[in-house]
């Protein structure tokens, strides 16, 4: 007990140094951490709803060379930008490295891009578990007939489910970070479960003899011989490179490490392990999954022609018992209701780490934490709010995917690029977690690795999320010369974290108890 108070201490010591006071709950432990990115990267959610944007790309090659490449990637940034967040473990995490490091317009332009797409992901996800509950479960076990809860079917079932769902994600994060961290810590185990029940199931009870070959031969599966999933081009490398989308959305969300870093034990050191850890098993068993979604097609050619249905005919074409298939249906739902639990979770740390800094239109609101659950409340169901607003597009979980990976993306290598160059002249104390003499190299390698993978998410058909980035770019650009420019301060810095002490007192004395409930 004397060790965890001491380490306590030396968490809210650091945060003190940074100019914020300890408001929110400081009870995750590492393996908690951790399981928040895991649970919202969530393999059972990208690598099953978007399997078709890898595999109608450049068939097996796709998947079985395609997803190491851009899990390749992933792994490095994440490393990348452990080490900032050892440097500066805070809420907030992206935008706050960001401004330190390259400036506040810099951070303020990060800070948007980050809340998008964590908005986005949100959307995506709780659009995807209303689907797979509507297909996997109402439809495949019970045997309804789901076709009116569709958008084009009346649209009112559609935003039912979404609402209820998210409502009830904003429930449990308002109620204090104790709930939520025993069901994202419950969703790291579910997902290895399944995703392993499922591998193993796919393989054991597939209906042709397993054929390895399939994930190294190169296939052009666009335009119609692929469902439409990508439009129709004559280059295979093309065709490869779009099907790095499947890795771009699936391995995303893992800054939710970063953004609850003031609710984690020796943050210094747990976030970091989180995120990249996060990244490198969803990548391992992830790979395996996908791997085995192709192994047990019956037919490639017929596999492609099924489109975004690819998943669910591979399903129904297995040998495998009903009553196994049934219960990995409900896990594979299950997984992906936690997935949108954890990603609302790190949404509304982000809205209120950006908002305490008077970053946001009502921040004073925005940044309130409840004294009695030491959650920022208000954040919480206002992201709740623009989620579902978001999803309300007919054609939602296809934009909102590459969106939320785009602009992930796009937030994720921004401090990294201000690293790079600020690294031995204004960035000169780094936390536990050092890269050493592979910090400059691996942030490069991270760069043009999350270029790549931000180019591969507007390429049309989702054409409209690169008008997303200019409209955005251009209306940031009027907003910040306007008015940011003048009024937006940014994160405390120099003689401001000095001045902040005795108002940090002030905040704190609001927690009686002086525990970290």
Avoid at 136 to 164: E, Y
Avoid at 270 to 281: E, H, I, L, S, T
Avoid at 444 to 464: C, R, S, Y
Wanted: with cysteine; aromatic share 14%; proline share 3%.
């Amino acid at each position: 007990m004397a060790g965890q108070d001491k380490s306590h201490e030396a968490d809210v010591k650091q945060l003190h140094s940074m100019g914020y006071a300890q408001e929110l709950s400081r009870r995750m432990s590492g393996f908690s951490n951790f399981a928040i990115s895991f649970s919202i990267i969530c393999i059972l959610a990208g690598g099953i709803t978007a399997f078709a944007t890898g595999f109608n790309g450049a068939g097996g090659a796709g998947i079985g060379i395609g997803w190491l490449v851009g899990g390749t990637f992933a792994v490095i940034v994440s490393l990348a930008m452990g080490q900032i967040a050892s440097a500066f473990p805070t809420a907030g995490g992206l935008y706050h490295w960001s401004s330190i490091l390259g400036g506040r317009l810099w951070g303020w332009v990060t800070a948007w891009f980050n809340l998008l797409g964590l908005i986005f992901v949100v959307s995506s996800v709780d659009v995807g578990v209303f689907q797979l509950f509507r297909d996997l479960v109402l439809h495949g076990i019970f045997g309804m007939d789901v076709s009116d809860a569709t958008w084009q079917g009346g649209g009112l079932v559609w935003i039912l489910g979404a609402a209820l769902i998210l409502a009830s994600h904003a429930a449990f994060n308002h109620f204090g970070i104790r709930i939520t961290t025993l069901l994202t810590d419950f969703s790291g185990y579910l997902i290895f479960v399944v995703a392993i029940g499922l591998t193993i199931s796919l393989l054991v009870f597939s209906p042709v003899p397993l054929d390895f070959s399939r994930l190294f031969t190169f296939t052009n599966f666009t335009g119609d011989p692929g469902g439409g999933v990508w439009p129709q081009n004559s280059s295979i490398l093309l065709s490869f490179i779009l099907g790095l989308l499947l890795v771009t959305y699936t391995i995303t969300g893992y800054d939710a490490s970063a953004h609850t870093s003031e609710e984690t034990t020796q943050a210094a050191i747990n976030v970091p392990k989180g995120m990249w850890q996060a990244v490198f098993w969803s990548v391992l068993f992830g790979y395996l999954m996908v791997c085995s979604f192709v192994l047990a097609m019956p037919d490639m050619t017929q596999g492609a022609a099924q489109g975004w249905n690819v998943f669910f005919w591979v399903m129904e074409s297995s040998k495998m018992p009903t009553l196994l298939r049934d219960i990995l249906f409900v896990g594979i739902v299950l997984s992906n209701y936690l997935c949108g639990l954890a990603g609302l979770t790190s949404c509304s740390r982000m809205m209120y780490a950006f908002a305490r800094d008077g970053g946001l239109p009502a921040s004073k609101a925005l940044s309130h934490v409840s004294t009695q659950y030491r959650t920022p409340t208000y954040a919480i169901w206002v992201s709740a709010f623009f989620a579902l607003a978001s999803c309300l597009y007919g054609g939602a979980f296809v934009v909102l995917a590459a969106g939320c990976a785009v602009f992930l993306y796009i937030s994720y290598i921004s401090p990294v690029v201000a690293g790079l160059f600020a690294e031995g002249k204004t960035w000169t104390k780094k936390g536990p977690f050092d890269l050493g003499a592979l910090s400059k190299p691996l942030a490069v390698l991270a760069i043009i690795g999350g270029l790549i993978l931000t180019w591969v998410g507007f390429q049309p058909p989702n054409q409209l999320v690169g008008y997303l980035i200019v409209g955005l770019v251009v209306a940031l650009a009027v907003l910040w010369f306007a008015v940011e420019n003048r009024r937006f301060e940014g994160p405390p810095t120099g003689e401001k974290i000095a001045e902040r002490q005795k108002l940090i007192a002030e905040i704190e004395s609001k927690y009686t108890d002086g525990s970290t409930d």
